[in-house]
Nanobody, 127 residues
Framework: QVQLVESGGGLVQPGGSLRLSCVAS????????IGWFRQAPGKEREFAAA????????AYADFVKGRFTISRDNAKNTVWLQMNSLKLEETAVYYC????????????????????WGQGTQVTVSS
């Protein structure tokens, strides 16, 4: 059974940092590129960051560039999202998602191209 499990969310003050983890089971993470998305109440799910299967390629939404870093360790079947300088408006549920190697890397920001999703982890930025 394919599963993605996110963790690391919580309550943080504006300007603070969190490190989210996404652990995969039921498949070999090295055969998938991984994306992080987020969804705030009343808003559509939006792309935040993605990493290719090997880690050689990364991509970020403009609003997180320079503050978020995505990384992976295929031996541990884990992908991380380091989030720094968090803002109030970044309160959301953060999801990791996996897509197979047959997918076009250039479509990394399109949620419909991802095959598996985790249940999400809540990030609340509040003073």
């Amino acid at each position: 059974q394919v599963q993605l499990v996110e963790s690391g969310g919580g309550l943080v003050q504006p300007g603070g940092s969190l490190r989210l983890s996404c652990v995969a089971s039921g498949f070999t993470l090295g055969y998938a590129s991984i994306g992080w998305f987020r969804q705030a109440p009343g808003k559509e799910r939006e792309f935040a960051a993605a990493v290719s299967w090997s880690g050689a390629l990364t991509a970020y939404a403009d609003f997180v560039k320079g503050r978020f870093t995505i990384s992976r360790d295929n031996a541990k079947n884990t992908v991380w999202l380091q989030m720094n300088s968090l803002k109030l408006e970044e309160t959301a549920v953060y999801y990791c998602a996996a897509r197979g190697l047959q997918r076009n890397w250039g479509d990394f920001a399109k949620p419909e191209t991802y095959d598996y999703w985790g249940q999400g982890t809540q990030v609340t930025v509040s003073s």
